[in-house]
């Protein structure tokens, strides 16, 4: 049985689903409904959002869903499709990118600004996002860039962060519901050993620098977190939680993110680049973070 989910900052009328979903999929024909009974659908608000959960046994294809998701957004409204919901009674794990996932800002892009290097460091970018070089590749130039920076630098950057839109929500929903929560970024440690002492962030892996004398000398310390090792942290410390991957949630925004999102049991990509987009299924783009708590069964 699978749940697709409609959400939305606005109430989301029952009149909408007769006309976006195809009779021969959610079969919203006035035919099949039974006399006295109404279309099978729940609604919950939560968090200032509004969501309708439609239970079907039919399972739509990747055009099926891309083809409900831009007519709903014409109405600004997200749609998820899920296999299950989280059980309240069990553990779910949820893990996420860091960098315009967990938080606004591109961590190494500050840094950078700071360092005054930001052009050399957006050009690597930019050629990396253009296919000239790999992610690996493009790391190591840009972290060769922040040679001389000081280990203050990091707590300096870390005060001007902030969290992305409902990220503060789910630090409170995911513990009280008695989930499990891990970020695995592309980004460097330093600033999430900060974060994961001001948050409730149960695990954490991300790039070492080396540094000498109070300042980095431009290498980076140990393995590389890339899209291969995402994927691979995410089923170890879901093995080592005893948590089975239909109960782990992976949210990011990049095509970084493609592999540890398709390997989760609910892979959703949070305005996702459009490098992401094309390989996956599900993403938010009119709500934010909060939207995640639809995810779990107890909020219906």
Known sequence: MNSLLLISRSPIPDSILPKTFPTKIANFSEESVPMGNPIPVSHSNRLGLHCIRIERSETLTRDQILDIRNQLAEDKIDFLVINSLLPKSKESLFVFDMDSTVIKEEVIDELARKHGVYEEV??????????????????????????????????????????????????????????????????????????????????????????????????????????????????????????????????????????????????IGIHAKQGLKDKITNWIEFTDLSALVFLLENSF
Do not use: W
Not at 233 to 259: F, H, T
């Open 122 to 267: 957006a050009g690597v970018t930019k050629k990396a996002m253009e296919g000239g070089m790999g992610f690996d590749e493009a790391l190591r130039l840009r972290v060769a860039h922040l040679a001389g920076l000081s280990i203050q630098s990091f707590k300096e950057v870390y005060d001007v962060l902030h969290l992305n839109d409902g990220m503060e929500t789910v630090f409170q929903f995911v513990p009280s519901n008695g989930c499990k929560l891990g970020i695995l970024s592309g980004g460097f440690s330093p600033v999430l050993e900060l974060f994961s002492k001001q948050y409730p962030v149960d695990f954490f892996r991300a790039n070492g620098l080396e540094e000498k004398d109070g300042v980095f000398t431009g290498q980076i310390h140990g393995e590389i977190i890339n899209r291969e090792k995402k994927e691979f942290y995410l089923k170890q410390y879901a093995n080592e939680l005893s948590i089975p991957i239909e109960r782990v949630v992976a949210v990011g925004d990049g095509a970084n993110d493609a592999l540890m999102l398709n390997a989760a049991g609910i892979g």
